[in-house]
């Protein structure tokens, strides 16, 4: 795989870490990590060695404390626009519609553009010092990478109204129980965490995992949409090789073979 001038990528396993290497600016998103996050992506889809992606950031101060706010200065309503649209459709959205299961190992702050990324993720662990906000309205914005719209599918409406409104941080012990995250473990343990809850996910059978994306994410956007979606991938599984294996097993009362 080729190199990056924002993002290292290490292979564990079946595993691929993701790193946005922007330690000194604190993990910022600028246009060159969203692209090269896009790009990233793009390569680990046709990865047939890479089940899984665990995204975290470099250092231990921050998963990514927001976007690069130097590149606000001076755009413009069209500009704005161009680039809350780039991020939704080719890192945010790919994300949340990835056929392989994508964990966010949160390390520390993860605020603005860096929940967004956090939220998009299937998964969030967070480390017990992590920190989550949604700023913008500081500076006189609001979320433009999904926010608004996955808080709230996380938290609900009024938590979510609230942590946006006011644009104040939380803390891990208040995310998990939140519904923000779905486990908060010491530092030291954090990606150790990520892998062992990817390498439980690779034990069942990959077109499963994706058939299970494909129909959650359908019945967010709609449900009703969502449940015919289910209906199709739930008749369509039965016509791969790992539902017969998996039915022929347990009637069998063995492990099965995927």
């Not at 779905?182 to 069942?204: A, D, K």
């Not at 967010?220 to 294996?245: V, Y």
């Amino acid at each position: 795989m080729e190199t990056w001038n924002t993002i290292l990528v290490q292979q564990e396993g079946q595993a691929a870490i993701v790193t946005i290497n922007r330690s000194a600016k604190l993990n910022a998103l600028n246009g060159e990590t969203l692209e090269e996050l896009s790009r990233v992506l793009s390569a680990l889809e046709k990865d047939e060695s890479v089940r899984g992606i665990i995204l975290t950031g470099a250092g231990q101060k921050a998963f990514v404390a927001g976007a690069d706010i130097g590149e606000f200065e001076g755009i413009r309503v069209a500009e704005a626009k161009q680039m809350a649209h780039y991020g939704h459709t080719h890192v945010m959205d790919r994300i949340q519609n990835f056929e392989k299961p994508v964990i966010a190992a949160v390390n520390g702050f993860a605020l603005g553009g860096g929940l967004e990324l956090a939220m998009a993720c299937h998964i969030r662990i967070a480390s017990d010092s992590a920190r989550f906000g949604l700023p913008e309205v500081s500076l006189g914005i609001i979320p433009g990478y999904g926010g608004t719209q996955r808080l709230p599918q996380l938290v609900g409406r009024g938590k979510a109204l609230e942590m946006i409104m006011t644009g104040e941080m939380i803390g891990a012990a208040d995310a998990l129980s939140w519904g923000l995250v779905n486990r908060v473990v010491p530092m030291g343990e954090l990606i150790e965490t990520c892998l062992q809850l990817l390498t439980t996910i690779f034990t069942r059978p990959k077109q499963a995992i994706a058939y299970a994306i494909k129909a959650i994410q359908a019945g967010l956007e709609d449900p009703k949409t969502g449940q015919q979606t289910e209906i199709d991938l739930f008749g369509e599984s039965f016509g791969t090789a790992d539902s017969r294996e998996g039915i022929k097993a347990f009637l069998e009362r063995r492990k099965p073979n995927f």
